[in-house]
């Protein structure tokens, strides 16, 4: 039954349209159980009823048009239930529904399994035996397997608007794919499909004929991709500003260090054809991201398979398909890569949606940078059936609306209005002070780290930089970059922003996120080695490391250091004392440092717990509101299962935030938010209501951020936090914020959710 399983999933996930899904399904399964009758419901939930969609035993004429009221009967009853029925005789049932329009009347044995998607019952799939039967074991698992694959054809159904004939799952305003939001905005356009030319999965294990010949052509093939590389990153030199532009270095970085060419080269002559040698190779660099806890860092494994796949097309000696882009072209793909967004034309690209990735993918980035909104993520979404369709994407709320209603598009089409005039709001506020309305002022600083030049936003708008992720210098390269190559590339941050201050974060890396050259293998990384705890076992990385910051900041003295992933105050007292010996040994060596300020990122519960102890050893504290969150709600934002459940706006995280900041206050240190709550507008009206003392966010949230931040009070901020921390779940804390922002005309900063 396993193989017959397989084989009809297949079918399903062939088929064109629904409508085929389900024909393939009735019909399949009719055989493989041998019963009578297999049919499928669907709930209207605009109706209130469910309607027969498909049958294969019962009377056709009926599909579409027989319906039963809601929670009546038993298929009412398995929706209600969202659990399997197993009946070997319907008719002796309470719940049972005399319905003589289907013909189904003469039939005694009864099936039935929820078709399920995100808690939500969509309907029934049923299957009847005309004599007394009970289905065994295996074939309940069978229909309930079945039916959880059916789920995902519904949902794309309900969002394209092809159960609208007759009968409707949803009104034309709920009909939507669901993703997550990786770049704010909202667009109008048609669907060009971006797909990989070359697979490397579908590479074969082949021995190597010619060595030496199939060297030279690999060499070849990566010089061709090395222009390739090239040329897209300058069509983005005026779409996007330099820290993003400069992700493209990072490719070149790969195709031109040695491990990732040394190695294929490596596999070739050890007897592997040089297609199976790039694939290995390739995969072998992935994996290592795969298996990283950072969000950022994972997603890095697509940009290397992206890669593998351009190096491939060449030596397959495929060429790059001409593709025709609309003037509002919306590019959708299973797994859109930033080569391929750099390939549309900027004045052409309207939107970005994706089926795979996160809001730290490579190519969310870059829309972000680009200001074109980007939904990464979306389940179910059918990318083989899409090319040319009109699409609305919401890169607020993460919706995206296939083949949309009149009245979705008009209304979509005001809110891209209201968009472009509130660009034009935040252009006057360049060059504005960041001041509260009763004069407190709030320094906003710049979350950056993929290199050394800045956005000019960045530069312009920011107060210096809140926190640099000096990981990225590790990342980029096959050894340890030593002091020398350190001290360069942190110079050039401290000279851009002096002087404005500038926090250098320590080495965050570990089993969540190992580099290629210090491999670590443990059960749970993400509750393992990693951060400061593999400074303290290695004071050898962090000594060189600091030593470098030190003495790039000679002439500048704009420099703050901040450990991440603090637990407990004797991690501290043991880091502080490295930091002074790093700064004895350069005295003693006659350089002209001076000590800079030392704070932690406040990220583990433990340390919220000990705020005082900690705030007492240092100059300042950051918040890193990502993980913190994470850790407090048992979360993984990026995990698709639970997402949901992730929410900065939680009464236990603002509490936590609460606690942090009076217990700073204590010994009168001032505390930062430096996570995404620090530029979501909502969010950072209760964080200055706390105190924070100021806000580090991506150049993006900048103007947004200070657009607020001019328009309360300090009076006002607590205020609000006082009626949010009254509440007892996020939702009702959001709902309180989203209406603060329509009295005070701030509405367009945020989308209200819908």
Not at 204 to 210: F, H, K, M, Q, Y
Request: net charge negative; proline share 5%.
């Amino acid at each position: 039954m396993l193989e017959t399983l397989h084989r009809i999933v297949k079918k399903v996930n062939r088929a064109p349209d629904l409508g085929e899904a389900l024909t393939i399904i009735v019909e399949q399964v009719k055989q493989a159980i041998d019963a009578d009758v297999c049919s499928v419901y669907l709930t209207d939930f605009k109706q209130r009823c469910h309607v027969l969609r498909a049958t294969k035993g019962l009377r056709p004429e009926a599909v579409g048009k027989v319906s039963l009221p809601l929670h009546r009967g038993l298929i009412g009853l398995v929706c209600e239930r969202a659990e399997p029925l197993n009946l070997d005789d319907a008719t002796n049932h309470p719940h049972y529904l005399r319905v003589s329009a289907t013909g189904e009347t003469h039939y005694h044995g009864f099936l039935g399994a929820p078709i399920i998607q995100n808690r939500k019952v969509l309907g029934v799939l049923v299957v009847r035996q005309q004599e007394p039967r009970q289905f065994d074991d295996d074939e309940v698992t069978f229909l309930f397997t079945l039916a959880a694959q059916l789920a995902g054809a519904i949902t794309h159904a309900r969002a394209s608007g092809e159960l609208d004939s007759g009968h409707t799952t949803n009104g034309g305003a709920d009909r939507f794919l669901r993703g997550r939001p990786s770049a704010s905005g909202v667009a109008i356009g048609s669907v060009v499909v971006a797909y990989q030319q070359a697979d490397l999965e579908a590479v074969p294990d082949r021995p190597v004929e010619d060595p030496e010949e199939e060297i030279a052509a690999f060499r070849a093939a990566v010089a061709k991709v090395e222009v390739e590389l090239k040329r897209l990153q300058a069509n983005l030199d005026k779409r996007l500003p330099a820290e993003d532009r400069a992700l493209f270095d990072a490719l070149l970085l790969m195709l031109g260090g040695d491990t990732l060419i040394s190695q294929t080269i490596e596999r070739i002559q050890q007897g592997e054809w040089v297609q199976t040698a790039l694939h290995h190779t390739t995969e072998v660099h992935a994996k290592i991201f795969d298996d990283m806890e950072d969000v950022y860092l994972r997603e890095r494994a697509s940009d290397i398979r992206d890669l593998g796949r351009r190096i491939l097309m060449h030596l397959q000696s495929d060429k790059p398909r001409e593709v025709i882009y609309p003037e509002q072209t919306i590019l959708v793909g299973e797994d859109v890569s930033a080569t391929q967004l750099a390939e549309v034309p900027r004045e052409r690209l309207a939107g970005i949606v994706s089926a795979t990735g996160t809001g730290s993918s490579h190519v969310a980035i870059l829309a972000r940078g680009m200001g074109v909104p980007a939904v990464m993520g979306v389940k179910d979404l059918p990318v083989n059936r899409v090319e040319g369709r009109e699409v609305i994407i919401d890169g607020y709320h993460g919706r995206v609306y296939l083949s949309p209603t009149g009245s979705v598009r008009n209304e979509y089409q005001r809110l891209a209005k209201e968009e472009r005039e509130l660009s034009r709001e935040l252009d006057r506020l360049r060059g504005q002070p960041a001041e509260m309305t009763d004069g407190v002022k709030v320094p906003l600083y710049l979350n950056t780290g993929l290199v050394s030049e800045m956005s000019s936003l960045g530069i312009a708008e920011s107060e210096g930089i809140g926190l640099y992720r000096t990981e990225f210098l590790f990342m980029a390269r096959d050894r340890f970059p030593g002091e020398t190559t350190q001290t360069a590339a942190y110079g050039k941050v401290l000279e851009t922003f002096a002087p404005r201050p500038v926090t250098l974060r320590t080495l965050d890396i570990g089993g969540d996120k190992p580099l290629p050259y210090f491999p670590v293998e443990e059960p749970n990384p993400f509750l393992g080695w990693r951060g400061i705890r593999i400074s303290l076992d290695h004071p050898e990385i962090f000594l060189t490391q600091i030593r470098a910051m030190l003495k790039a900041a000679i002439g500048t003295d704009n420099l703050q250091i901040m450990l991440p992933m603090i637990s407990s105050v004797t991690e501290v007292d043991e880091l502080l004392l490295l930091i002074q010996r790093a700064h004895d040994e350069l005295e003693d060596e006659g350089a002209a440092v001076t000590m800079p300020k030392v704070g932690v990122m406040i990220e583990v519960p433990a340390a919220v717990y000990q705020i005082e102890e900690i705030a007492r050893r240092v100059d300042f504290l950051s918040v890193g509101s990502n993980d913190l969150t994470q850790y407090l709600l048992a979360v993984d934002r990026n995990n698709p299962m639970v997402a949901e459940l992730y929410n900065e706006m939680h009464p236990s995280v603002l509490r936590a935030l609460v606690q942090i900041v009076k217990g700073a206050a204590v010994y009168n240190r001032p505390v930062s938010v430096c996570g995404e709550m620090a530029g979501d507008p909502l969010a950072s009206v209760l964080l200055l209501g706390m105190g924070v003392d100021s806000l580090s966010m991506s150049a993006a949230s900048l103007l947004k951020v200070k657009w607020v931040v001019r328009s309360f009070s300090r009076s006002r901020a607590r205020h609000l936090l006082k009626a949010a921390l009254r509440l007892e779940d996020a939702g009702k804390v959001r709902e309180l914020m989203e209406n603060a922002f329509e009295d005070m005309g701030l509405s367009g900063l945020v989308r209200p959710g819908k």
